[in-house]
Every structure is written in C-alpha cells, then in structure tokens.
C-alpha cells in the first residue's frame, strides 16, 4: 500500500493517508495525479526521417482532492503549512509500499514542493467531508538524503577509526568511505571536515579513475570546520569558527589548488570518497548528499 506524508519547515508532518479520516494531523489525498515524468522532446524532419535534437524533462504538478472532517480540522491543516507566500518548500514524501510508519522516512524518496492551488469548498451534505482540491508545484526531482559520518578518536596508540558506513584506511593520514548513489542522476554533496588537518586533499574514484577532486592549502585548527558545499546556488568553500560562528570563504582567497575542480559531485552507482592530508587527527569527517531519480 502506497503512502503519502508532507513535511513542514519546524519537520512536523502531515499524514495523507491516515487511519482516522478525524485526525486532525493528516487528511485524506484522494486520485493522486503528477507522480511520473512529463518529457519536451524537440525534433526535425529531414526526408521521412526524424532526428531528436533534445529530450527535457520538464517539473510536474502534483495533484488530489484532500478530505476534512470539518472547518476546525482544514483551519489544522492550514496552520500546518503556514504562511502560502514563503520560498521555503515543503516535503512531500511518497512510499511505495516499503514505508508505513511515519519514522521509517529518514529511508524514503521525496520532493520539494510548495502548495501551487488549494481550493477550498463547502461541506458536502452527502459524505459530510469538505473535499479541497490541491496543487503542489515541485521544485525538485525525487531525492532521498543520505548523510555519512566518519568518527576519529584516538584510544591508545596508534588511532583508531570507528565508521558509521563500509570503509576501509590506508593510513593514519588517508581515509576512505565507499558512496552508493542509487539515484540515476549525478548529484552534489556537502564535505564538513572538523578535525585537525593539514592541506586536506578530498579525491572522488570511480572504475578507479579519479572523476573529481579537490585541495585547499590551509590548516583546519581545533575548533574550526572546513565546508565544501558543490551544489549548484551554493559552491561554497568555506572555513567556518564553530566558537563564534564566523565565516572565512576559502575559495577565492588563494587557498585552492588551482589544478583541481575544487568541488566534489556524486555520480550514479558506486563510488570511493578519499580523504587524505598531511595530518589528519581527532573530530570528524561528514558527507551529505541527496539521491536523485525522474520516477520512483
């Protein structure tokens, strides 16, 4: 069975597919519309033959009929999305059957999506639902997080590394975690380094080919975080003070190897993420990205 929840900017969230069509923390979506692709081919003809010039796929409209047990319950839902002229989306979340508990998300696809149309009516006298028509505009592909953290911790000598995720270490100064990007989009990530380094030097190895990499000539001091964020409103390199929360970018100042893209991206199937510096001890080492597929 198939399920439906949206998440809101505080991370409350609203069931679609509740057991109590009375609770007013979710509501009934009814003949859900907008979940596949909508494709823009462009062609031209020459002598009976057609040849494509471009394929885009083009952002869907999500749509259904949601169901209110009353005015009370649809002003919930109302309060629940709150203000309808933010630009912060909201999460529409969508199971295909492998989810059925609301703390089972963290392994779930999803969209951006801000309410586009939400038409409100009477009470129907015959089922006594108000049943309101609603439009989400997505503005995003279908995504699912994934977030790796590398632990560094000395017990004794020599240093010990406690992983969240398959890996394996070459050295006390070289580190490297193992990426399945399940999506069929290549997608960008975000690489916080809070440890003490010297002249961090990040590589991205596919089919042993070295596909993106990046070095900044700079200490990460006790304290201090370095953040390489490759998506594509952000490209950000920057040395962040975790004391005072000032910012230092380190992109533009002369800290990057000019011989390197600088940035990492993600690309689809399997992936290793090597970390190497010339002293690598202590803190953590953290990878985010977001999987990325046309249909789920």
């Avoid at 909508?38 to 002598?47: D, H, N, P, Q």
Wanted: hydrophobic fraction near 35%; glycine fraction near 6%; proline fraction near 3%.
């Amino acid at each position: 069975m198939r399920k439906f929840w949206i998440e809101n900017v505080h991370g409350r969230l609203w069931d679609l597919a509740p057991k109590n069509a009375y609770d007013h923390r979710g509501s009934f979506m009814d003949k859900p519309t907008g979940l596949g692709i909508k494709t823009k081919i462009k062609s031209f003809e020459i002598e009976n033959t057609f040849f494509i010039e471009d394929i885009e796929v083009s952002a869907q409209t999500i749509g259904g009929a949601l169901y209110f047990s009353d005015y009370k319950h649809f002003d919930a839902f109302v309060r629940f999305i709150g203000n309808v002229n933010t630009k912060q989306p909201l999460k529409f979340f969508y199971s295909t059957g492998t989810a059925t508990h609301a703390n089972q998300l963290d392994r779930q696809w999803y969209k951006l999506v801000l309410i586009n149309d939400l038409d409100k009516t009477e009470i129907d006298k015959k089922t006594g639902f108000l049943k309101c028509n609603v439009k989400f505009a997505c503005l995003s592909r279908w995504k699912k997080d994934k977030d790796i953290v590398i632990e560094l911790s000395r017990h004794g000598d020599p240093l010990v590394y406690p992983f969240t995720y398959p890996y394996y270490y070459g050295s006390s100064s070289n580190l490297m975690v193992e990426i399945d990007n399940e999506g069929n989009l290549p997608t960008a990530c975000v690489i916080k380094i809070d440890a003490v380094t010297d002249t961090p030097y990040i590589r991205l190895i596919q089919n042993n080919q070295i596909v993106w990499q990046a070095r900044y000539h700079l200490i990460v001091r006790a304290g201090h975080q370095l953040i390489l964020d490759s998506s594509a409103d952000k490209q950000e390199a920057t040395l962040l003070n975790l004391t005072d929360g000032t910012r230092e970018s380190v992109y533009y100042t002369g800290e990057k190897d000019y011989a390197f893209q600088n940035f990492v991206m993600i690309p689809t199937g399997k992936s290793q993420l090597l970390i190497n510096a010339a002293n690598l001890e202590f803190g953590q080492v953290r990878v985010e990205y977001s999987m990325q597929k046309e249909l789920i």
